[in-house]
């Protein structure tokens, strides 16, 4: 009998409760992904939470699951100290799995680093959120395919990815190297290897202005970008606003992410856009 081998199994729970102005945070985790340092450099009312995977990236059959909940009157920002790097493949997935759930109040700032996709992988990604009325979440997605720099195209391989707010908002895209035609035409990718996905989403009806000053804002900051030609921000909900972008790396497709980021920050919660640290460094 042959013994198919299994890979990482990773698990990270965390629950945020608001207790006396401050967002406290509680995590359980089996395997490797936990929570790195939780971090208070706006205020004890938003929690800036670093996730780390000790292995450094996932290759066939490894899955890594986290599960967010945020009780009403919480904040919390999550992200990561590096890119998420799915590796060759011998055949079975790699699989990441997001699920967040925001109650009435709460507000949800998901900003990992980019995700790469390495030439053979067989990845899937998924993130999924559920907004009560009055939550609010911001949130990224940027997805490097192939590593420019090191001359390794992406040129074997499969990458899936989802991003859904069910009932509300569904992203689904399935990238194979071999469609030239979804990755190098006009109508495609059209030779870019970076993909980029910004986007405000709200539990209750966003105000007609604020949805408008945040799409223009946007709209703004992506036009004085150096990816001016491929950029735009839309409105497919009067719930939700959301900034797509492609760029020829990663590099300036997420300076652009952060910039925006940085502006609807203010603009929708009257925050100044607090960086992490190890974004800076």
């Given at each position: ?88 493949s ?27 996709a390495?030439?053979g ?39 899936e ?5 069910p ?12 469609d ?8 495609g ?31 703004e900051v992506?036009?004085?970008?150096a ?8 409105a ?24 925006v ?21």
């Amino acid at each position: 009998m042959t013994v198919v081998p299994k890979g990482w199994l990773g698990e990270l729970s965390l629950r945020y409760r608001a207790q006396q102005g401050r967002t406290v945070a509680q995590d359980r985790h089996t395997g490797p992904l936990r929570v790195l340092q939780s971090l208070y450099p706006e205020g004890p009312a938003i929690c800036h939470h670093v996730l780390v995977h000790p292995p450094g990236g996932l290759v066939g059959g490894d899955e890594l699951v986290l599960q967010a909940d945020l009780d009403s009157g919480t904040h919390a920002l999550i992200t990561t100290p590096g890119a998420t790097r799915y590796y060759r493949s011998d055949g079975l997935q790699a699989r990441q799995t997001v699920r967040l759930k925001l109650a009435a109040g709460s507000r949800l700032e998901w900003l990992p680093m980019e995700t790469i996709a390495h030439p053979g992988c067989a990845a899937v990604s998924q993130v999924q959120f559920e907004l009560a009325p009055g939550a609010a979440m911001m949130g990224w997605d940027l997805l490097a395919l192939g590593l420019p720099a090191s001359k390794a195209a992406f040129d074997s391989g499969r990458f899936e990815q989802r991003l859904h707010w069910p009932g509300v908002w569904l992203e689904r895209a399935q990238i194979d190297a071999t469609d030239d035609l979804l990755l190098n035409s006009p109508l495609g990718l059209a030779g870019h290897r970076a993909v980029g996905t910004l986007w405000f989403a709200s539990g209750s009806v966003l105000a007609p202005a604020l949805a408008q000053s945040l799409k223009d804002q946007a709209r703004e900051v992506a036009g004085a970008s150096a990816l001016a030609t491929s950029a735009g921000c839309t409105a497919p909900d009067p719930r939700l606003v959301v900034l797509r972008v492609l760029a020829p790396r990663v590099e300036p497709a997420m300076t652009l992410l952060q910039a925006v980021w940085a502006e609807w920050r203010t603009l929708a919660w009257g925050l100044e856009p607090t960086a992490p640290r190890l974004w800076r460094t």
